[in-house]
C-alpha cells in the first residue's frame, strides 16, 4: 500500500508558469520531506518539514505541510526549464525509521 | 560538504552470485538506511541502522543482510542473487540529536547500480 498519494504523476508546463504538486496521507508523519532526483541518481533532498502548518521557502519554491502533519504540497513559481525533474515527497514517521515515498511527480519544463 | 559515499557504483553479476554494497555516511551521521529503486518505482525501504543495531526493517529479502561497523559504515550483503534484484541501491544517513533538530532527515548517496544477468 502506498502511504503517500503524490499528485500529479507528470506535469508538463511552459516556462514562467506556476505549478503545485500534492502529497497526501490518511497518517501522520513526523516529518515530511521533499527530494528531487534526476535519472539515475540519488535523491537531493531539497527540504524536511516538522510543525504542522509550517511554510519552508527555497528561492522560487515554496514547501507546506499540512495541520494535522499527514499532506504537503510543493509549489514553484515561474518554472524554470531547469526544474526539470522528478520530485518525490517522503515522510518519516520518527528517526531512524523508514522513509514512506511518494511514487513522484516528473515535471517538464519547457522553453 | 560531504556527502554520502557508496561503493561500487556499478556492478554486473549472474544469478546466484553474491554481492556486497558499501556505504559510508557523512561523518558524524549515525543512522544509516538501505533502499532499493527498481526502474520507474520510487524508493523502497529496506533496513536501518542506528549506533550499530538495527533500528527498522522493511521488505529486505532473507536472502540479504546488512550491518553497521564502529566506524559507522554500513554493507548491505546479497546471497543467490536473481534477475529481479537487479535495481539502484541507495543508502541514506541522518544526523543524531544532538547536532541538528532534524534527525529524521535522510541525505542520500549516488547510489549503486546493480545489474543480475
Known amino acids: 500500500t502506498q502511504l503517500l498519494e503524490q499528485s500529479p504523476q507528470f506535469l508538463s508546463i511552459q516556462e514562467g508558469e506556476n505549478l503545485t504538486v500534492y502529497c497526501n496521507s490518511s497518517?501522520?508523519?513526523?516529518?515530511l520531506q521533499w527530494y528531487r532526483q534526476e535519472p539515475g541518481e540519488g535523491p537531493v533532498l531539497l527540504v524536511t518539514v516538522v510543525t504542522g502548518g509550517e511554510v519552508k521557502k527555497l528561492k522560487r519554491l515554496t514547501f507546506q505541510f499540512g495541520d494535522a502533519r499527514k499532506d504537503s504540497s510543493l509549489h514553484i513559481t515561474a518554472a524554470q526549464p531547469g526544474d526539470t525533474g522528478l520530485y518525490l515527497c517522503a515522510g518519516a514517521r520518527d528517526s531512524g525509521y523508514a522513509l514512506n515515498f511518494g511514487k513522484g511527480t516528473s515535471l517538464l519544463v519547457t522553453p | 560538504a560531504a556527502g554520502v559515499i557508496q561503493s561500487p557504483r556499478h556492478l554486473i553479476k549472474e544469478k546466484r552470485e553474491t554481492a556486497t554494497l558499501k556505504c559510508y555516511p557523512i561523518p558524524r551521521h549515525d543512522t544509516v538506511y538501505w533502499y532499493q529503486q527498481g526502474p520507474g518505482q520510487d524508493p523502497q525501504f529496506l533496513i536501518s541502522f542506528y549506533e550499530k543495531m538495527q533500528s527498522d526493517k522493511g521488505s529486505i529479502p532473507d536472502r540479504f543482510s546488512a550491518q553497521q561497523f564502529s566506524d559507522y559504515h554500513s554493507e548491505l550483503n546479497m546471497s543467490s542473487l536473481e534477475l529481479g534484484d537487479s535495481a539502484l541501491y541507495f543508502c541514506?544517513?541522518?544526523?543524531?540529536?544532538?547536532?541538528?533538530?532534524?534527525?529524521?532527515?535522510?541525505?542520500f548517496g549516488p547510489g549503486t547500480r546493480l545489474l543480475v544477468l
Open positions: 541514506a544517513s541522518s544526523p543524531p540529536s544532538l547536532i541538528s533538530n532534524l534527525q529524521e532527515t535522510q541525505y
Open positions: 497518517s501522520v508523519f513526523s516529518s
